[in-house]
């Protein structure tokens, strides 16, 4: 292999390695927060593509993004609001049904409203061709746009938990949510916020990830499915490990495309996540002694 | 037992549902009828699986794919030139290859349909055997998405499988003689025969099933559903249990695809899909998880509605809303909410009663 | 003779030495009690026992064979039966239901069996009712027979796991705190029974707060702080026992 092709399939690879790692992400927060995993967070990622190119008709591409994700964010608080808010401790197995309810209700919604058309985003520069040189190898220059506003979401995701006083006391909720209600956090609207927070960052790598992979109505479940083995590779709850999970699956994919015929493709991410949740159900990063406290 | 009452209602309402059907004219009605008892046989399977072991699988497509496809797949592929190979010829000394004719008159060698559905019925039990193992250790969302993995395998392998026909899936798959006189077959002189024969093999279904659930194996797995480490201390081998019953369910559903796709005479990949394995659930909540006739009546009314096209283009969407309704305020299922009503421990049921009786006294006075 | 022999029994988690080096011996057909503190490591030693855990250093013997780190479920197939501190009904069954689950490791009939009613199958069906109609009877809630365990009230359904216990036919019996949340009549007919239990021959260790239960109907007790062994006697020598006195009254 080639030095070029090398850098070639490591860069796709940390593209879709960083979209992973956003979906595997927005996972943990609304994990961390109700202990419920989200299965219609792929279909947030879909939306905000799909709105986006929408809106696209009537404003300004940055315009037309932010609303997007704004709308997707409304969408990500309506379906807590909605749905979760007044259930009183509902079973794992019921939330599991009813967030599978709501991905296929959006899917089926986006179908109706978008029609099956695969579409995507104008490249925010330059065009399909345009490319740029690093270390000798042509990428488009829409990877960077991809790869950036990833790495700048986890960083600002870190500086809002770790400084902020709402993200304190989301935290103060994923740690113990009996003892966060007893120091006075209210944490339904923790738990609206988390589903608000997860929806924009998928929304926004929905957004920018479409010029190049395309967006479809029924994208959400392989990203789904793919997010989740992510998060499950880093530690369920574990967002730094979502990152480094993210990246190691991006990789993966992209150079076992040299090996693999492209129609198993998704079998490759479906098989690792099969094999860690035999193997090491808490994940690469994760400990065994924390994930024994958690109920699954 | 007191519960097999049941039977004997079902039993005539499905011999008045043929003789109606006959006598308006609308027997085409039977087809759907019969497709319908097929996928409910999955769904009483799965039923015991979710309501009663407590276990929820998202991928029991890929074990009705398993059966359709494999058996379709043997009883079409055409072994003439592979006439010398070892296991052709160990098949043929056991009896297990018919000769013929295709439509171009060439000789056609394939498997008979009871050899390939005990094979498909074997690599049901396999791969849920070897599957099972490590799936069921799992709980929750690991649980689900470790299914949910499995069944998009097997539909991303008969999608990208030249030998399972890829999109176009398998067609021309023979009719299947269980009996002397008992052909499946969707040849419009057999709907008749093959309507009682999918019921017969429902009902004998869940006559089994009832008596499983009522011994001492499904007290078991209630305990296990109800309290696992109580049911541990009670000396259940907990993994051992629940993974007997993911293959007793694994094989009902490949026998679904088996006698489904030999009575439309083939199987396309759309029945391997997700979105398939979801609806299954669907219907299982909706009939109240732990209700083997909750989720027959469901498995028939709904498959029945969405095969006529009741839904149209909403066909999915439908199943979404079901699963969201029930799940948000009947989680015991559609029928919970009418006994409820009538059963005289509610409120509601007592006030009910207490106006029943008020007004026979009444009468009587 | 020697029924359960634990030796130098330990259970770290992380940093926490939750059991430390505890030896003890049961003899069959007595009632022995583990006492202490909260905290001082007695449910912990309770479930190494019944194998909810697995020690991280020592023996337990049951019948001369060891049976550490064995699944709850095979330890329950050697005859040790227990009930919970909180108490874990099945859900959506009746009392009897329950009490049925238990004669589990007494019967043998399997899922095809089952699902074709053999007529082993049935007969051994009705012994296995039977035997469950006659623990229900002896733990004095026979007319509750058909009730949801979980709508029974709370004494009653200490009764049911006791049954459900005894419907093992076990050998040796583990009671985590039988008497935790029952009034004092309760406590005196729990009390009751669990000395008629042993009269029925069954080895009784019972972890329990209740000091007058204790005193009134152990054998032998055993104290424990901060997870190690403080003494070992009968209750009235206990009750005398200096370090025993301070440990529970401070310094």
């Known amino acids: 292999m080639t030095t070029e092709l090398f850098i070639q399939y490591l860069v796709a690879g940390i593209t879709y390695g960083s979209i992973y790692a956003i979906v595997a992400i927005g996972f943990n927060i609304i ?15 879909m939306l905000g593509g799909m709105l986006s190119i929408t809106f696209l008709q009537f404003l300004p591409l940055p315009v037309a993004i932010a609303l997007a994700v704004l709308a997707t964010m409304a969408i990500g608080a309506g379906i807590e609001m909605l749905f979760i808010r007044w259930l009183k401790q509902p ?97 339904r609207n923790m738990v609206t916020l988390s589903f608000i927070l997860s929806a924009g960052i998928g929304a926004l790598a929905g957004a920018v990830m479409s010029p190049i992979t395309y967006t479809q109505y029924d994208i959400g479940t392989g990203l789904a499915i793919k997010g989740f083995t992510v998060a499950i590779i880093g530690g369920l709850g574990n967002s730094l490990g979502a990152v480094g999970g993210g990246l190691l699956l991006g990789i993966l994919e992209a150079f076992s495309v040299s090996v693999v015929p492209l129609a198993f493709q998704d079998a490759i991410a479906i098989t690792i996540l099969l094999v860690i949740l035999f193997v090491r159900p808490h994940g690469l990063f994760g400990s065994s002694a924390v994930a024994g406290l958690k109920e699954f | 037992m007191r519960k097999n009452f049941v039977f004997l209602p079902v039993l005539i309402i499905v011999v008045l549902i043929q003789l109606l059907t006959a006598w308006t004219g609308t027997i085409f009605y039977l087809t759907q009828m ?16 979710m309501g009663y072991a407590g276990q929820i699988s998202l991928g029991h497509a890929g074990f009705f794919a398993i059966g359709g496809y494999i058996s379709a797949a043997l009883t079409t592929r055409n072994l003439t030139a592979h006439v010398e190979h070892p296991v052709v010829r160990l098949l043929d000394l056991l009896g297990c290859l018919q000769a013929g004719q295709d439509i171009y008159g060439d000789p056609l060698l394939v498997v008979t349909p009871w050899a390939a559905c005990l094979l498909a019925i074997g690599a049901a039990l396999a791969v849920s055997f070897v599957l099972g193992i490590p799936v069921l250790k799992l709980k929750g969302h690991y649980l689900a998405m470790a299914t949910l993995g499995f069944g998009i395998i097997v539909y991303r392998l008969v999608l990208a499988s030249e030998y399972f026909g890829e999109a176009d899936g398998i067609s021309g798959v023979p009719g299947f003689s269980l009996l002397p006189g008992l052909f499946v077959s969707g040849d419009i002189s057999w709907r008749v025969t093959n309507y009682y024969i999918a019921w017969g093999v429902l009902l004998i279904a869940m006559l089994l099933l009832r008596h499983l659930i009522d011994s001492r194996v499904g007290r078991a797995l209630r305990a296990i559903h109800g309290a696992q480490d109580a049911a541990d201390a009670m000396g259940v081998d907990t993994a051992r249990f629940k993974l007997q019953t993911f293959m007793v369910s694994a094989v009902l559903s490949a026998l679904a695809g088996i006698l489904l796709t030999h009575y439309n005479g083939g199987i396309g990949p759309s029945e391997a899909s997700v979105m398939k394995s979801v609806r299954y659930v669907a219907i299982v909540a909706v009939g109240g998880m732990a209700h083997l006739w909750g989720a027959l009546a469901m498995g028939m009314i709904l498959n029945f509605l969405s095969l006529r096209g009741c839904f149209g283009s909403y066909d999915d969407a439908v199943f979404g809303v079901i699963l969201i309704v029930i799940m948000l305020f009947a989680p015991n299922g559609i029928l919970s909410l009418r006994l409820g009503l009538l059963s005289p421990l509610s409120l509601k049921g007592r006030q009910f009663f207490g106006f029943l009786r008020k007004k026979q006294a009444a009468k009587e006075a | 003779m020697t029924l359960l022999q634990v030796d130098q029994l330990g259970k770290r988690f992380g940093g926490l030495q939750a059991v430390d080096g505890v030896s003890f011996s049961l003899r069959q057909g007595t009632i022995k009690a583990v006492i202490g503190p909260n905290g001082a490591g007695k449910t912990t030693l309770f479930n190494l026992i019944a194998g909810m855990l697995a020690p991280t250093a020592g023996e337990i013997r049951f019948q001369g064979k060891a049976i550490q780190g064995m699944r709850p479920f095979r330890i329950a197939g050697l005859g040790i039966a227990r009930t919970f501190q909180n108490i874990k009904m099945f859900a959506g069954m009746t009392a009897l239901e329950n009490v049925m689950v238990g004669r589990h490791v007494r019967s043998k009939a399997g899922f095809l069996a089952s699902m074709f009613r053999t007529s082993g199958c049935r007969s051994e069906e009705r012994a296995i009712r039977d035997k469950s109609m006659e623990l229900l009877d002896f733990v004095g809630i026979a007319d509750c027979a058909e009730t949801l365990a979980t709508n029974l009230a709370f004494g009653q359904q200490r009764a049911v796991e006791l049954a459900r216990a005894l419907a093992l036919e076990p050998t040796l019996l583990l009671l985590d705190e039988p008497a935790a949340g029952l009034n004092i009549y309760e406590t005196a007919e729990i009390g009751r029974l669990i000395a008629k239990i042993r009269d029925l021959g069954i080895t009784v260790l019972l972890v329990e707060h209740d000091m007058s239960l204790v005193m009134d109907i152990s054998d032998e007790i055993v104290v424990l702080s901060f997870g190690q062994k403080i003494a070992e006697d009968v209750p009235t020598v206990i009750q005398q026992n200096p370090e025993v006195i301070k440990v529970y009254l401070g310094e």
Do not use: K
Not at chain 1, 39 to 45: K, M, P, S
């Open chain 1, 31 to 45: 994990y961390n927060t109700t202990g419920i995993i989200n299965f219609a967070q792929g279909e947030f990622v």
């Open chain 1, 91 to 187: 079973g794992i197995l019921r939330m599991i049904i009813i967030t599978i309810g709501l991905s296929i209700l959006i899917r089926e919604t986006a179908l109706h409203f978008w029609g099956a058309n695969v579409r995507s985003l104008p490249y925010f520069v330059g065009n399909e061709i345009s490319t740029i040189a690093i270390f000798g190898a042509r990428v488009s220059p829409q990877v960077l746009w991809v790869i950036g506003t990833c790495g700048l979401m986890v960083v600002f995701l870190n500086i809002f938990f770790q400084t902020t006083s709402i993200g304190r006391e989301m935290r103060a909720c994923a740690a113990n949510r009996v003892a966060a209600v007893l120091c006075g956090i209210d944490t």
């Open chain 2, 34 to 49: 019969t497709m319908s008892a097929y996928y409910s046989l999955l769904i009483v399977g799965l039923c015991v699986l």
